[in-house]
């Protein structure tokens, strides 16, 4: 018998995404697939894609639907996990991919989302590279309850991280400009979302640090400097259902800022080596060769993130790029990648690292 999981959210676009994975997995038997209103209804209904599962029921989500499992995989609107898990039991494997337990500072939470916080989790980034060169996974293996990243952070920290761990950036000049697909938004209808407003435009929102990712990347990155970063983030909104195209620049290190006018080569050579360390043997992150620059396209449906990192010698500022696809690791197949480290399996199990372009 293999591993049962319960999915809560199935018609969702996160559900939908783990349903794909979880039906690829060697591993997985998939148990009860839950939803909200759409309780009774079946997943068909709402995941044509989903052959396997189209004649499944969809249960209302509650502790006595979900319990029973190995693990439970929640993709439900924030607030809605903290309850559930609380009745799950300590020893069920528990993945939320909502925001309710990714940020340790209570504060921080009360700024962002307002409410009470209810509390942290194990996060799940494995790749996340911490400042003492560790990686996050080590904190993953054998976890019962585990927070999955927000989607616009897994593609900023990525980017990132490894100058940090690695001592090359400035921590208090961090500017990140995202573009994502509509997915990201889920599927609730939203007026700002409707074909005819997106399509053949791009759009800004959550402009002037409002953006509740932003604590977020600055949780991360704060892991791998060992000190605080402070980041300015906007996020864009690209006529495509899913990708998320990170552009971060910081400023270089004052060492090798002082460097730059003598030796710029050998500033250059620091910053590639950082995240060349930083990947170096990773299944799923990817420094693409010099000359190359990620794209949304290459990441679709892969659990990967392709990053380039380049130095603007002119004005002394790392640019580093990452592509992922918000619902595969940005979501759906973290949260995967996360529940193999939790059970003990290896941690790419079941994961695709082949895109779908064009
Ligand atoms: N989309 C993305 O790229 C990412 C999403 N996430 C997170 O994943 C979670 C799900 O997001 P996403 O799939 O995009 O959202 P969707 O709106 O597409 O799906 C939401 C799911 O939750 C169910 N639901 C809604 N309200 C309730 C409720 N009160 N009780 C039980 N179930 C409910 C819905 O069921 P019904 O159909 O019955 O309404 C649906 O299955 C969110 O927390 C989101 O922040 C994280 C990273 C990226
Ligand atoms: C395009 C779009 O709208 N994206 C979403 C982020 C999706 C995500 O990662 O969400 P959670 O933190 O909610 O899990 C947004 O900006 O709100």
Redesign the pocket.
Known sequence: MGITAAVAGASGY?GGELLRLLLAHPDFEIGTLSAGGNAGSTLGEHQPHLLPLADRVLAETTPQTLRGHDVVFLALP?GASAALAAELGPDTVVID???DH?LSDAQAWAEFYGGEHAGTWAYGLPELTHADGTKQRAQLAGATRIA??????TAATLALAPGFAAGVLEADDVVVVAA???????KAVKPH?LGSEVMGSMSP??VGGI???TP?MEQCLGVAAGQGVTVSFT?T?APMARGILATATARLAPSLQAQLADDPQAVESAVRDAWGRAYDGETFVHLLPEGRWPRTADTLGANTALVQVALDRRVGRVVAISAID?LTK??AGGAVQSANLALGLPEGLGLPVAGLAP
Do not use: I, Q
Not at 148 to 153: A, D, F, K, S
Not at 180 to 186: I, L, M, V
């Open positions: 996160a924030h991919c909502g925001a990714r999955v990243p927000g989607c616009y952070p994502s697909g509509t997915s990201g938004a889920g979302l929102y959550g953006h509740r990712h977020e996020p909104l918000n940005g979501t």
